[in-house]
C-alpha cells in the first residue's frame, strides 16, 4: 500500500507526486521506491513509499533504512576532505603514502612501466586513476565478482584480495597525469574507492563505521546510517529494504554484503547529509565543500550494458556528479543541474541548486541502475509545475 509523509504540500501535490513512484513500481524488477523531495536546509518537504519492503508483505515506509550503494561515495569523499582539513591527507600526495608498498606496487603498469606512484588521493577521487573496475575482473576459468555475486554463493572479499585482482588480470586504460586545470580523461571505478576507504582507516586507526561516526555522522547527528554487519546495524527499526538483482536478493549475503563497504541509511538522514555537505557545514571550513565541485571532468558516451556505475552525459568532480538532461532530450530547454551521486541498485541523492531542493530515494534494484537519470528530469518538471522549491531558489 502507498505510504506518504506530507509536510508542506498540497493534497493535490502529493497525490500526484505519489503517482510518480507508483509508476516507478510497475518497472521491470523494481519491488519498492521511495522517494524524497526535500529544501535545501535538509527539512523534508515530501516522502513518498509503496511496494514491499522484503518483496513479501512487509510495507516500505519513509523511514525504511535502504541500501546506499555508491552513493557512499559522497561519504567517503566528506571522510577523505574531513582528514584534508586535520592536515593528515594531502590531496595531490601519492596514495602510496598512506598504504603499505605491498599492497599498492604494480597496481597500475603501463606500458610496461609502474606508473602506481603517480597516483594522487585526488586521482582516486576523481576516478582518473585508469584503474580498472575491480567488480568486472576475472581470472582465467572464473566468473567476475559482478557476475558471482547474484548467486547462492556467499563471498567475501577486502582491499589485498582487490590489489590482487587488479594485479593479476587489470589492464588500465590510461596512465594518470598532473592535476594542471585541464580536462581529465576519468573511468568510474570502485577500486578507487575501496583504496580510499583503506586510506580513512589507516589514516584514522579506525575501521570504516568507527571512522565514519567520528569525522561524518557524530557531527551530523546521523544515528540511521550505517555499514552492514558492524555493532551499529544492531536493533535497527524497521529493518532495512531488501536489494535484487533482476530476481536474485542481494542482502542475504552477509559476507558480499559487508565486502562493497556500502551504507545504508533512511531518506530523512541522506536529506540532513546533503544539505550539510552543499552548504559546507560537514567541515570545519565551508570552502572545503568547494573541492568535490571545483573541476568537473565528463565521462565519455559508452555502449557498456555493465551497471557497474554512471556515464554520459554525467561529469565527475572528486567524489560528485554533476548531472545535466541535454537539451536534446528537453525540447532545448534548459534543464536544471544536479549535484549528487547514484548507486547500482537505482539508488540516487542530489541538490537541486536551481530551486534549491535535494532529492533522494531509490528502487533497490540493481536492473534499475539507469533508472534514476531518467526518472528525476520528470520530477523536476513536476516539482516546478506544482510550484515546489526550497527557500533559497532563485
Known sequence: MPIEETHEVSTEAADRLQEMVRRLTKKRGVRHAIVAVGSGTGEPIWTGAEGTADGAETPITPDTPYFLASVTKLYIATAVLRLYEQGRVHLDAPMGDYLPAGLVAGLHRWKGEDRTGDITVRHLLGHATGLPEYLVL???????????????????????????????????????????????????????????????????????????????????????????????????????????????????????????????????????????????????HAATAHLMREHFNPFRFSLSLRPVGPGWPSEYGLGMIRFRMPRMFTGFKQAPTLYGHTGVTGSWLFHVPDLDLILSGTVDQVTGAPLPYRFLPRLLLELEALGIRGPAAP
Do not use: C
Request: glycine share 8%.
Open 138 to 284: 576475472a581470472r582465467k576459468g572464473e566468473r567476475s565478482l559482478f557476475e558471482r555475486v547474484g548467486g547462492d554463493q556467499d563471498l567475501e572479499w577486502g582491499i589485498e584480495e582487490i590489489a590482487d585482482l587488479v594485479r593479476d588480470v587489470g589492464s588500465p586504460d590510461y596512465p594518470p597525469r598532473p592535476f594542471d586545470g585541464r580536462r581529465h580523461r576519468i573511468q568510474y571505478s570502485d577500486t578507487n574507492f575501496q583504496l580510499l576507504i583503506a586510506i580513512i582507516e589507516r589514516t584514522h586507526e579506525r575501521p570504516l563505521q568507527e571512522a565514519f561516526e567520528d569525522l561524518v555522522f557524530r557531527p551530523l547527528d546521523l544515528t540511521r546510517t550505517f555499514l552492514p554487519g558492524t555493532p551499529a546495524a544492531a536493533g535497527i527499526s524497521p529493518a532495512p529494504a531488501a536489494f535484487w538483482a533482476g530476481d536474485d536478493r542481494l542482502d542475504t549475503q552477509p559476507g558480499s554484503l559487508r565486502s562493497y563497504r556500502d551504507l545504508y541509511s533512511t531518506t530523512e538522514e541522506t536529506l540532513r547529509f546533503m544539505a550539510a555537505l552543499v552548504h559546507g557545514h560537514a567541515f570545519d
